[in-house]
């Protein structure tokens, strides 16, 4: 592919950026300004982040059209529940409306006197909780009594069963014969018995542990708030109380239907001290690594405005989008750490093109060369990071959505704010270099030592200096480690040998630990470490793993119930159901087989509609739960439900598996049928993750070479970055597992983030890499890696350190963004600095080609120091040492700083 193929958009660009440079330098204060007022009119848009908050996890932590959240409102339209006289936990179309704790005994048994003394302590403690309810009139004190969920009779519905049993004699248990998991053949007991010991008969040896479980009404809006009050007032005086009923042979935890809630939305809270610690470290580093030992050239101030610049585009997107109405969740904290470690990033990259300048030019001069070169590679970067962002919006979570369109759009402010506010004072402080003012004082300097004084008195009061040999400001000790150094070390031959051995180690690495790294979301991540809701998931997991979700199986259409081919397809539907190490074969329930029963046994024939249909009054007085299992209208069926019990669920893995066996079977039954549960909508996200994240990646890493292919103007080196960003993503991926970070929304935000961060250094170093006018790859490598090692590690350990406070987070949703970042940072930087220096000299020419001229050689003092100056009358370049060339029509171009200006022309 030829060169005018290749660079096409790059140079008018890089003419553009090079106008633009221009005039910043001379309007700066209208640069410097305008960002300003933008930031200060699109902040206002704060004022509705209140309104804007949206925590909830099932709209943001569940797939966006999940088949799950359509299965539940087909069961809420046909089976609607009823809390107030046929409550049926197992038949909620939600979670429901409860209180749960449960007893964890000291001793290895709950099923003991003593165990059950404090029991119904325990219980009659939570039954006499009291709220107090303003209404017209008067304040109403109400108690659980009053709210609870109740079943025939105008009855409570019983904490636990064996509560029940022992009828407020706690010495009964030990003579009460427990079979499990079927109690008195008609309760199951697999959620409220855990740790279980069985005896040679199925009766219960021992328990390690019990839960009580308390069920309110939320039938109608007033139950729904009463609820709601209750539990507040639960949640507030329940770990006191139990300190007062001093428990020695229990220990208990504690949740409640809104506790999840409630803890997600506590969690930004507990990250906002971390941010003032994250500014200041990052701030300071910032600045610490721009200071020069030079009153003059000491980039002290350009650095805390690059900063700024960062703060104004957060303060602008965010506004802005809230302004719109975008959704506000709690993974939208993570942006401001991330745009600051991008923004800086870009800053050390300008800075850096900025002492690459002559510093006897004037400052238009050195902004159009700066924005020339540096303007570009930050473009390239910018451009693949917003696309990234950009294209995370196409997944089906919320969360990821909602930090993706924040994230984006905050990107496109920070480059438009880095290229105008922060250029304007770069442009500022040129002048003040150009004029040798001190830059704190602003007053003029010598910038010759004086022998006379002291040290102190050199380095405060004396400065403007610059390299006489190439009339540049003198490199930074760690630039001139990789001119010197670094670059000659890494294009050695057997140490390119020796990266190829490590990079085969580290692809090894990485790709065993994609196959290691675990699916779906664990809820108890979404709240604190301190939490009471992870004690509780933790004895939930440990002793009540047994026995997994009594799913739903429901007949979503009418059919002939009173046919026996069809009631033998339903038989053989649940039966295919059964054939799973998921599904129990002897807990399912079914009223048609209870139906079939009755009919048996009182002699009637239910193989004809009529006899059908009206007989089932008689099913719904023996046994009322089963009225809620079947939609009659107008003396037809349409549509009714069984329960099929899982079990052996005890992982994300058995989770998944399960979800695809019972959905998977139903597809093949002969009637039309669904299966639901209430945490099939959080299993919703196994079936899309993977798809999602892989989708997400390969539009991702497209998009970046359409990019990489239209600014490097090299094709190969395009290719190169490609490969680059599919080797970080897999290492990402791989070492997530090393350090039990799951695959789930959470995690696919920063996989998003690594798409875009991983084109970054490699990106940089391939553009300087091909824009280098030296003569073989190694001088052409060494060349880039002095231009930009010093900037990559820069940007590589402000990002870093812009997170590394989030590593300290109680928080496992801000602890996964740090380690994610820190390992695509890691990466990336490893890329950019290690392999793809040596892949790039090993299996790729990827230079321009040079102009077709004749190159002549110049002595010392042919060569002006200034930028695009003419030549002298003797045609001879005036200044320091350098090369002449002359083009086919015979124009000469003065090259330096490996790029090449025509005198007769502004911008290269």
């Known amino acids: 592919m030829s060169r005018c193929k290749t660079d096409c958009i790059q140079k008018p660009l890089s003419r553009a950026f090079c106008g633009l440079g221009t005039l910043v330098a001379r309007y700066p204060w209208w640069f410097l300004v305008i960002p300003l007022v933008v930031s200060a009119g699109l902040g206002a848009g704060f004022y509705f982040l209140p309104q804007r908050e949206a925590n909830d996890i099932e709209?943001?932590?569940?797939?966006?059209?999940?088949?799950?959240?359509?299965?539940?409102?087909?069961?809420?339209?046909?089976?609607?529940?009823?809390?107030?006289g046929q409550f049926s936990a197992q038949r909620l179309y939600t979670e429901g409306s409860f209180a749960s704790l449960i007893a964890v005994s000291v001793s290895d048994n709950v099923l003991t006197t003593d165990t059950?003394?404090?029991?119904?302590?325990?219980?009659?403690?939570?039954?006499?909780?009291?709220?107090?309810?303003?209404?017209?009139?008067?304040?109403?004190?109400?108690?659980?009594?009053?709210?609870?969920?109740?079943?025939?009779g105008q009855r409570c519905v019983a904490a636990n069963p064996l509560l029940s049993a022992v009828q407020g004699d706690a010495s009964l248990i030990e003579t009460i014969n427990i079979t499990y998991p079927m109690f008195q053949r008609r309760t199951f007991l697999g959620t409220y018995l855990g740790g279980v010991t069985l005896n040679t008969d199925n009766t219960v040896q021992k328990a390690q542990a019990i839960r009580l479980v308390y069920?309110?009404?939320?039938?109608?809006?007033?139950?729904?708030?009463?609820?709601?009050?209750?539990?507040?007032?639960?949640?507030?005086?329940?770990?006191?109380?139990?300190?007062?009923?001093?428990?020695?042979?229990?220990?208990?935890?504690?949740?409640?239907?809104?506790?999840?809630q409630q803890e997600f939305e506590g969690i930004t809270k507990t990250v906002i001290p971390l941010f003032s610690i994250t500014y200041f470290i990052t701030?300071?580093?910032?600045?610490?690594s721009c200071v020069r030992f030079d009153c003059v050239r000491n980039k002290f101030w350009v650095a805390a405005f690059g900063v700024l610049s960062s703060g104004l585009a957060v303060v602008s997107s965010f506004g802005l989008?809230?302004?719109?109405?975008?959704?506000?969740?709690?993974t939208v904290a993570n942006a401001p750490f991330l745009i600051l470690g991008v923004g800086v990033d870009d800053m050390f990259i300008m800075i850096s093109s900025w002492q690459q300048t002559k510093v006897k030019s004037k400052v238009e001069e050195r902004m159009a060369e700066t924005y020339t070169e540096a303007a570009v590679s930050i473009t390239i970067?910018?451009?693949?990071?917003?696309?990234?962002?950009?294209?995370?919006?196409?997944?089906?979570?919320?969360?990821?959505?909602?930090?993706?369109?924040?994230?984006?759009?905050?990107?496109?402010?920070?480059?438009?704010?880095?290229?105008?506010?922060?250029?304007?004072?770069?442009?500022?402080?040129?002048?003040?270099?150009?004029?040798?003012?001190?830059?704190?004082?602003?007053?003029?300097?010598?910038?010759?030592?004086?022998?006379?004084?002291?040290?102190?008195?050199?380095?405060?009061?004396?400065?403007?200096?610059?390299?006489?040999?190439?009339?540049?400001?003198?490199?930074?000790?760690?630039?001139?480690?990789?001119?010197?150094?670094?670059?000659?070390?890494?294009?050695?031959?057997?140490?390119?040998?020796?990266?190829?051995?490590l990079y085969g180690g580290y692809l090894a690495s990485s790709i065993y630990g994609c196959f290691q790294v675990k699916e779906g979301i664990d809820l108890r991540n979404l709240a604190t470490d301190s939490s009471y809701v992870r004690s509780f998931y933790d004895n939930e997991e440990l002793y009540f793993s047994e026995y997994g979700p009594r799913v739903m199986v429901v007949v979503r259409e009418e059919i002939s119930y009173w046919d026996p081919d069809v009631r033998l397809k339903i038989d053989k539907c649940t039966e295919s159901l059964k054939g799973s190490s998921y599904v129990s074969e002897s807990l399912s329930e079914s009223w048609l087989d209870i139906y079939d029963g009755i009919a048996n046994y009182f002699k009637f024939d239910i193989n004809d509609k009529n006899n059908f249909i009206g007989n089932l009054s008689q099913l719904f007085t023996l046994a009322h739960d089963y009225e809620q299992d079947v939609d009659i209208y107008s003396g037809s069926i349409r549509a009714s439900r069984f329960f099929i019990q899982t079990v052996n669920v005890t992982s994300a893995v058995a989770e998944k598996d399960m979800l695809n066996h019972v959905r998977s079977t139903v597809i093949n039954c002969d009637i039309p049928v669904l299966?639901?549960?209430?945490?099939?909508?959080?299993?919703?996200?196994?079936?899309?993750?993977?798809?999602?994240?892989?989708?997400?990646?390969?539009?991702?890493?497209?998009?970046?070479?359409?990019?990489?292919?239209?600014?490097?103007?090299?094709?190969?080196?395009?290719?190169?970055?490609?490969?680059?960003i599919a080797s970080i993503i897999v290492g990402v991926t791989g070492f997530m597992a090393f350090w039990d970070v799951n695959l789930d929304a959470i995690s696919m935000i920063n996989l998003v983030i690594c798409i875009g961060f991983s084109v970054d250094f490699s990106a940089h170093i391939s553009y300087a890499y091909v824009s280098s006018q030296k003569s073989t790859v190694n001088e052409r490598m060494t060349d880039a890696l002095h231009s930009l090692g010093y900037p990559i590690v820069q940007g590589a350990l402000s990002t870093i350190l812009g997170v590394i406070a989030l590593s300290a987070s109680a928080s496992y949703i801000f602890r996964t963004f740090f380690k994610i970042i820190f390992l695509v940072i890691t990466f990336g930087m490893l890329h950019g600095l290690v392999f793809l220096p040596v892949f790039l000299t090993l299996f790729g020419k990827c230079g321009r080609k040079r102009d077709d001229s004749t190159k002549v050689k110049a002595s010392k003092g042919q060569v002006s120091a200034g930028a695009g100056e003419n030549p002298n009358s003797d045609g001879n370049l005036e200044g320091e040492m350098g090369e002449q060339y002359y083009n086919k029509h015979g124009k000469v171009i003065q090259t330096y700083a490996n790029r090449t200006f025509f005198p007769d022309a502004d911008c290269p």
């Open 321 to 330: 989008l809230l302004l719109c109405g975008v959704p506000f969740v709690v």
């Open 116 to 152: 059950f003394t404090e029991l119904l302590r325990l219980d009659e403690m939570v039954q006499n909780l009291n709220i107090t309810m303003t209404q017209p009139g008067a304040d109403v004190s109400l108690n659980f009594q009053q709210l609870c969920a109740e079943i025939p």
């Open 675 to 724: 299966v639901y549960h209430p945490a099939f909508i959080y299993l919703d996200q196994y079936a899309v993750i993977i798809q999602n994240t892989i989708q997400n990646i390969a539009v991702a890493a497209a998009a970046m070479f359409v990019v990489s292919i239209l600014l490097i103007p090299n094709p190969l080196c395009s290719l190169w970055v490609t490969f680059t």
């Open 283 to 288: 701030i300071f580093f910032s600045i610490v």
């Open 215 to 260: 069920y309110l009404r939320e039938d109608n809006e007033q139950d729904h708030d009463n609820s709601r009050q209750w539990f507040q007032h639960f949640l507030q005086s329940i770990s006191q109380d139990i300190d007062t009923l001093q428990l020695r042979h229990i220990q208990i935890s504690y949740f409640t239907s809104v506790s999840r």
């Open 381 to 501: 970067t910018t451009l693949t990071d917003v696309l990234a962002f950009y294209i995370g919006i196409m997944t089906p979570f919320q969360s990821v959505k909602s930090f993706c369109i924040y994230a984006g759009t905050s990107l496109l402010f920070c480059f438009l704010y880095n290229i105008t506010f922060f250029g304007a004072f770069l442009a500022l402080n040129g002048r003040r270099e150009e004029s040798n003012r001190h830059w704190l004082i602003c007053r003029t300097v010598k910038d010759q030592t004086d022998d006379h004084r002291s040290c102190s008195y050199n380095v405060c009061c004396v400065g403007g200096k610059y390299s006489q040999i190439t009339g540049k400001e003198s490199d930074h000790p760690v630039t001139d480690f990789f001119h010197e150094q670094y670059g000659p070390f890494i294009t050695n031959k057997w140490i390119k040998c020796l990266v190829l051995g």
């Open 59 to 84: 709209d943001h932590f569940t797939p966006l059209g999940g088949p799950a959240k359509s299965e539940r409102e087909f069961v809420k339209v046909h089976f609607p529940t009823n809390d107030s």
